[in-house]
């Protein structure tokens, strides 16, 4: 097992990758809390491959209830956070007591924002099944909601006690959803690591991703780890972590969060920034070509239809301040900036290079 120790001001935390370790939950979970109550979060798709797992190991150190919602992105939503809590206060939970979040970056997203606000913040440990969730959204305390003005625009910073990885849970994990993962991976080494970038180019496919994937699980998460360390509330060096998410969540917002997944909105918002770089001399020319031939690779999405009104959508961006956006563009592989520009002109120079 490997562990890396992320620390922001006033907590700290360690982020546990290893095999088969989902077993020994409760060890690692009463290293940190002595709660009298745990209530797990989990979907329909992850409680039928782990949740007795994982309910037979943190029943030895306190009483355990679990919360199976449906799976899919439209579970993050005003609804589903009212089930949470009601079954929370049905529960008797108390501020002492631990909430678990066990799936993908859904479960992750909605558990986290739940125990955020629930008496003004219970402790939630994140066991991500998912890779996306394992490379990405468990680690750096964001949480979040979907409303229908938008993806994510209401949420919380709000840091786990521990994460758990288990990547032998990847290999229950659909190729399609395997393939949204990939898309963040694709992502940190294209804005930080080009060793990364290059070992993926190199690899033949999904068998011999995963015989490395605890490693590449790793460098994900110290990317993110020392990208957190220095901007916890994403104001500054952060943002580069929204490479691809700009367009990407244009796309999802325009397929009403059914249409594609997360990673494969990103993969393809990618591409698009990608491109917008080298359209303005920013990004060496050819990196858009080496990330369309990568995402093309994996199975993700090179071409998205959108009609032209939907790129205002950028107008209800989290990254939008006032008239402008932050947009992520690649100076090349392994390098990136911060680049802010009017909303409308980013809605137009999209519209020029959006295929």
Same mark, same amino acid.
């Given at each position: 097992?490997?562990?890396?120790?992320?620390?922001?001001?006033?907590?700290?935390?360690?982020?546990? &990758?290893?095999?088969?370790?989902?077993?020994?939950?409760?060890?690692?979970?009463?290293?940190?809390?002595?709660?009298?109550?745990?209530?797990?979060?989990?979907?329909?798709?992850?409680?039928?491959?782990?949740?007795?797992?994982?309910?037979?190991?943190?029943?030895? &150190?306190?009483? +355990?209830?679990?919360?199976?919602?449906?799976?899919?992105?439209?579970?993050?939503?005003?609804?589903?956070?009212?089930?949470?809590?009601?079954?929370?206060?049905?529960?008797?939970?108390?501020?002492?007591?631990?909430?678990?979040?066990?799936?993908?970056?859904?479960?992750?997203?909605?558990?986290?924002?739940?125990?955020?606000?629930?008496?003004?913040?219970?402790?939630?440990?994140?066991?991500?099944?998912?890779?996306?969730?394992?490379?990405?959204?468990?680690?750096?305390?964001?949480?979040?909601?979907?409303?229908?003005?938008?993806?994510?625009?209401?949420?919380?910073?709000?840091?786990?006690?521990?994460?758990?990885?288990?990547?032998?849970?990847?290999?229950?994990?659909?190729?399609?959803?395997?393939?949204?993962?990939?898309?963040?991976?694709?992502?940190?080494?294209?804005?930080?690591?080009?060793?990364?970038?290059?070992?993926?180019?190199?690899?033949?496919?999904?068998?011999?991703?995963?015989?490395?994937?605890?490693?590449?699980?790793? $460098?994900?998460?110290?990317?993110?780890?020392?990208?957190?360390?220095?901007?916890?509330?994403?104001?500054?060096?952060?943002?580069?972590?929204?490479?691809?998410?700009?367009?990407?969540?244009? +796309?999802?917002?325009?397929?009403?969060?059914?249409?594609? $997944?997360?990673?494969?909105? +990103?993969?393809?918002?990618?591409? +698009?920034?990608?491109?917008?770089?080298?359209?303005?001399?920013?990004?060496?020319?050819? $990196?858009?070509?080496?990330?369309?031939?990568?995402?093309?690779?994996?199975?993700?999405?090179?071409?998205?239809?959108?009609?032209?009104?939907?790129?205002?959508?950028?107008?209800?961006?989290?990254?939008? $301040?006032?008239?402008?956006?932050?947009? &992520?563009?690649?100076?090349?592989?392994?390098?990136?900036? &911060?680049?802010?520009?009017?909303?409308?002109?980013?809605?137009?120079?999209?519209?020029?290079?959006?295929?």
């Amino acid at each position: 097992m490997k562990t890396l120790h992320v620390t922001v001001p006033n907590h700290e935390y360690d982020i546990l &990758i290893g095999k088969n370790i989902l077993n020994q939950a409760a060890e690692y979970v009463k290293n940190v809390s002595n709660p009298a109550k745990i209530m797990i979060v989990t979907d329909e798709n992850v409680n039928r491959f782990y949740g007795e797992r994982l309910i037979n190991s943190l029943e030895q &150190i306190a009483d +355990v209830k679990t919360v199976v919602l449906p799976a899919g992105e439209t579970t993050k939503s005003l609804d589903f956070l009212k089930q949470l809590y009601d079954a929370a206060f049905d529960f008797g939970m108390t501020r002492a007591d631990l909430m678990v979040a066990l799936g993908g970056g859904v479960v992750g997203d909605l558990a986290g924002f739940c125990a955020s606000t629930l008496f003004r913040g219970v402790d939630v440990i994140q066991i991500p099944t998912t890779l996306l969730a394992q490379v990405d959204s468990s680690v750096g305390g964001k949480t979040a909601i979907d409303v229908p003005q938008g993806k994510n625009l209401v949420g919380t910073f709000y840091q786990p006690k521990q994460v758990i990885i288990d990547t032998e849970t990847l290999k229950t994990l659909p190729g399609k959803e395997f393939a949204s993962g990939l898309a963040e991976v694709i992502k940190y080494g294209a804005i930080w690591d080009k060793a990364l970038f290059s070992r993926l180019e190199e690899a033949e496919g999904k068998d011999a991703l995963l015989e490395n994937i605890a490693d590449i699980v790793f $460098t994900c998460c110290d990317i993110k780890r020392q990208v957190v360390e220095k901007d916890e509330h994403d104001t500054g060096l952060r943002m580069i972590l929204n490479f691809g998410h700009t367009a990407g969540h244009i +796309v999802e917002k325009a397929y009403h969060y059914t249409g594609y $997944t997360h990673g494969q909105a +990103v993969a393809f918002g990618m591409i +698009v920034a990608s491109r917008l770089g080298e359209k303005m001399g920013r990004t060496a020319l050819g $990196t858009a070509e080496r990330v369309l031939k990568l995402i093309k690779k994996n199975g993700l999405p090179t071409a998205i239809d959108i009609e032209e009104q939907q790129l205002m959508g950028a107008a209800l961006d989290k990254k939008a $301040t006032g008239s402008s956006i932050s947009v &992520i563009l690649l100076k090349e592989i392994g390098k990136c900036e &911060i680049y802010k520009m009017p909303v409308t002109e980013f809605a137009d120079r999209c519209k020029e290079i959006w295929k």
